[in-house]
């Protein structure tokens, strides 16, 4: 190779050389931004991984907790005559809610009535001339809940309610970003029959 006078002849300093280097540079810091993006979505997952299990094991809590409470109401001596359904409602159907999907959280109902639980449910049970057997039973249930104006007290039911207060920190950014709030209130409803008599 022979060198011109006037250029430098160190390989180094090559204009080619230089431009490879600022490529290989370019790619290097390309690939630290991609990284750091990654790991900032990959946080973002275990995060909100870590947040639906907090969740859904308070869920379990106040769960077993409204059961618990309604299974030490069943076991009360209540007597047949104590209302124990006044805040229970009839229903007449469920109705699919936004999503699309059957039996989830935003489904809702049509509410019925006790005149209508009477005639379409208590009165199809027994054929008219069953009725007059029925009723000369002593200690009969069934013909009790046909002359009960309010039908659904006859059942015996008692509810257990629980609530918790869940806690929205594991990620405050994206707690800010999606919930707008620190903590999310859990409920659970559980009914439970009177078992006090029954055994």
Sequence with gaps: MTAVPGEDTDMNNSPVLSQKAATRGSRCGQALVELMVGLVVVMILVAGLLQMSSMTSAHTDVMIEAREEAALLAMLDLGPDMDVLSDADY?????????????????????????????????????????????AAPNNRISRLRGDPMVVSSFGLVKGRATESARLDMLPAFRHLIYQADSIDVEATAWMTLCKGLY
């Design 91 to 135: 229903i007449r159907d469920w109705h699919e809610g936004g999503d699309g999907r059957r039996l989830s959280r935003d489904d809702f109902s049509d509410t019925g009535d006790a005149a209508a639980f009477q005639g379409l449910v208590v009165d199809q049970t027994v054929a008219d001339a069953g009725w007059d057997i029925l009723n």
